[in-house]
C-alpha cells in the first residue's frame, strides 16, 4: 500500500547512537567526512574503516541494511576505480595495447573507493538512526547563527517540517484521484513511457488544486493557533545535550584527530 | 457576561454578491454552548470566521471577551481568547507526531517546556486521545484525528471554542466521538462554545440555536423552542427532528401534543400518554 512507505530511512532503536542528541551525530559526520578525506595511509585509513564498524555494531542496525545502503553506488565506486587506475601518471606495472596500469594508480583508486564507501556508510548510519523530524531540529538549531545574517533558517525548518508531515496526505489522495480516474476508464499500467506519462497529467491537476487549497487552510489554521514565526517560540522536545553526547564527541575527535595525527606520522 | 458580542455587523465579499452578513446582532454568554444552524449561504461560515479576525467587518462591530476584532493590536489576543477548529481535519494538523501537534500553539505561546508538557497532557486526556500521544496523524481515524485538533486548539486554554462544521467530513462514530468531547469540554471545563453545523441532532444537544438566514438571525431559542417551529423551520429550508416531525404530523396544530420531543424517548412519551391515556 502507497500509505505505508516509510519517510527516509529511519529505523527506530534505543541504542546509544539513536539516542545521541541529532546535533551531535550531524557534527560527529561531518568531522569524519572530513577527516576520511584528508589522511593517508593504510593504518588511518584502516582506524577510519573500524570506526564506523564500532558505530554500526553499538547502533544495534543489522550490517545488512548498511551495505544495502551501498548497492546503489557499486557502479560508481568501480567506475571511478577504474578512471583513476587509468589515468594517474606514475611507475608502470603492467601495460595492456595502449591502456598501462601504474602502482600509483591502483593506491588512489582504492582510496578513493575506500571513501566513497565510508562516506555513504556512515551517512546511511545517519538517517537510520536518526528521524527526519529530528534531523530538521538539529539543522534549524546548528543554522541558527545564520539568522544575524537575516536567514530565514527557522522558515525553512518549518517548511521541511510541514512537507514531511504532507507527504503521506499527499500519497493517499493521489491514490484516490487514481482510483477515481481509473474507474472512469484511464491506464496508467499499459502504453509507451511518453502515453503513461500523459495519463499521469489529469491527476496531477486536481493533485496541485487541492494542494494549494490545503496550504492555504492550513496556514489560517496555524495563524489562528498564534503561529507568527521563530521569534519567541519555545519547543516541547528542545535539544539538549545530555552526558552521552559528551562520551560521543571525546569519542569521535578521539578517532578523528588520532587517525589524523597517524597519517601525518607516518 | 457576553463573551461574544456582535452589533449591526454587515460583511460583503469581493465577489459583488449580495451582503454575505447583514446587521447582525448577537451576544454570546461565557460557558454557553450555541449552535449555529442555516442552510448553505446562510452566513453561518462567515459568522464564524469573524469571531477570530479571520474575517474582519465591512461594517458593524465584533468583539470578543471585550475586545474590537477589528483592532490589529488585539489580533493576539482575540485569537488566544476565541480558538477555531476547522471542517477539515487534516489540513489543520501541523506536526508528525500528536503530542508535537497539540504542542504546537503552546510553542507559539512561548510556554516553558514543563508547562507545555502539562498543557498537553490534560488536553489529550480532555478529548481522550491519550493512548495517541506518540502516533502519527496520518494513521488516525477522522474522529480522532479531529479530537488531536479540538486538543490542538485546547491547549492554548482559550475561554472559547468555535468550530465551523466540525463533523461534516466525518462517518456517524466519529461524528459522536467529536460531539462527546465538545459536550465534555463544554460542561466539565466550561468552555464556551459556538458550533456551526448542520445536522440537527448535533444542534439539539446544544443550550442554545441561533439559525441563520441571508445573514441574519431568524430564530433564537432553546432547541425545544427553535426545533418544534415545523412550519418556521420548513420556510428556513431546514429539516426538523424525525421525533418532532412525527408528532406534527400526527397533530399537525399542536393542540393535544406538545412537539417539542427532541428525544425518542420524550416522544413516545407523549404518545403514549395521548393516545393510550397512559401517564407518562
Request: charged share 20%; with cysteine.
Amino acid at each position: 500500500m502507497l500509505k505505508d512507505i516509510t519517510l527516509g530511512q529511519y529505523y527506530p532503536g534505543t541504542s546509544p547512537v539513536h539516542r545521541m542528541d541529532p546535533r551531535t551525530k550531524l557534527l560527529s559526520l561531518i568531522l569524519y567526512i572530513v577527516t576520511i578525506f584528508v589522511v593517508k595511509g593504510a593504518i588511518p585509513y584502516a582506524v577510519c574503516v573500524l570506526a564506523v564498524m564500532a558505530a554500526v555494531w553499538v547502533s544495534t542496525i543489522p550490517a545488512k541494511m548498511v551495505l544495502k545502503s551501498l548497492k546503489p553506488i557499486v557502479i560508481i565506486v568501480i567506475f571511478t576505480g577504474i578512471l583513476n587506475m587509468l589515468y594517474t601518471p606514475g611507475r608502470e606495472i603492467f601495460r595492456v595495447w595502449i591502456l598501462k596500469i601504474t602502482a600509483e594508480g591502483v593506491t588512489t583508486a582504492l582510496t578513493m573507493a575506500l571513501r566513497i564507501v565510508l562516506l555513504v556508510s556512515s551517512t546511511a548510519l545517519l538517517t537510520y538512526t536518526t528521524s527526519p523530524m529530528a534531523l530538521t531540529d538539529a539543522l534549524e538549531s546548528l543554522l541558527s547563527p545564520l539568522k544575524k545574517i537575516k536567514l530565514p533558517v527557522h522558515e525553512f525548518a518549518m517548511m521541511m517540517s510541514i512537507a514531511l508531515r504532507f507527504i503521506p496526505t499527499l500519497i493517499e489522495e493521489t491514490d484516490k484521484i487514481m482510483s477515481a480516474q481509473k474507474a472512469r476508464g484511464a491506464d496508467f499500467e499499459t502504453g509507451s513511457i511518453l502515453n503513461r506519462a500523459k495519463a499521469l497529467v489529469p491527476v496531477l491537476v486536481p493533485l496541485f488544486v487541492s494542494a494549494f487549497r490545503r496550504a492555504e487552510e492550513l496556514a489560517t489554521a496555524m495563524e489562528c493557533r498564534l503561529y507568527h514565526g521563530g521569534e519567541g517560540r519555545t519547543r516541547l522536545h528542545s535539544l539538549t545535550y545530555t552526558r552521552l553526547d559528551l562520551i560521543a564527541g571525546i569519542i569521535v575527535a578521539a578517532v578523528c584527530g588520532g587517525a589524523i595525527a597517524l597519517s601525518i606520522v607516518l | 457576561m457576553a463573551i461574544i458580542e456582535t452589533r449591526d455587523l454587515v460583511f460583503r465579499y469581493d465577489d459583488g454578491g449580495d451582503n454575505a452578513l447583514d446587521g447582525l446582532t448577537v451576544h454570546i454568554e461565557e460557558g454557553s454552548f450555541t449552535a449555529v444552524l442555516g442552510h448553505n449561504g446562510s452566513g453561518k461560515s462567515t459568522f464564524a470566521k469573524h469571531l477570530n479576525a479571520i474575517l474582519l467587518p465591512s461594517g458593524g462591530k465584533v468583539w470578543v471577551g471585550g475586545l474590537d476584532t477589528a483592532d490589529e493590536k488585539n489580533l493576539f489576543d482575540v485569537r488566544k481568547t476565541a480558538g477555531m477548529v476547522f471542517q477539515n481535519p487534516d489540513n489543520q494538523i501541523v506536526a508528525t507526531v500528536v503530542e508535537e501537534d497539540v504542542a504546537f500553539a503552546c510553542e507559539n505561546l512561548g510556554l516553558p517546556p514543563e508547562e507545555i508538557r502539562k498543557r498537553v497532557d490534560d488536553c489529550l486526556a480532555a478529548v481522550g486521545m491519550s493512548e495517541y500521544a506518540r502516533h502519527a496523524p496520518h494513521l488516525l481515524s477522522g474522529g480522532q484525528k479531529q479530537r488531536v485538533a479540538i486538543a490542538g486548539v485546547l491547549a492554548m486554554q482559550p475561554r472559547c471554542i468555535v468550530m465551523d462544521e466540525p463533523t461534516a467530513m466525518l462517518d456517524p462514530s466519529g461524528r459522536a466521538e467529536v460531539m462527546g468531547a465538545v459536550r465534555r469540554l463544554n460542561r466539565e471545563m466550561g468552555v464556551t462554545v459556538v458550533l456551526i453545523t448542520h445536522h440537527m441532532d448535533e444542534a439539539a444537544q446544544a443550550d442554545r440555536i441561533l439559525v441563520m438566514q441571508r445573514g441574519k438571525v431568524a430564530l433564537d431559542g432553546t432547541p425545544k423552542e427553535v426545533l418544534s417551529q415545523v412550519e418556521r423551520m420548513g420556510e428556513l429550508s431546514l429539516s426538523v427532528p424525525q421525533t418532532v416531525e412525527l408528532l406534527h404530523t400526527l397533530d399537525p396544530q399542536g393542540q393535544t401534543l406538545s412537539h417539542e420531543a427532541l428525544s425518542v424517548e420524550e416522544c413516545a412519551d407523549q404518545i403514549i400518554h395521548n393516545y393510550l391515556g397512559v401517564r407518562p
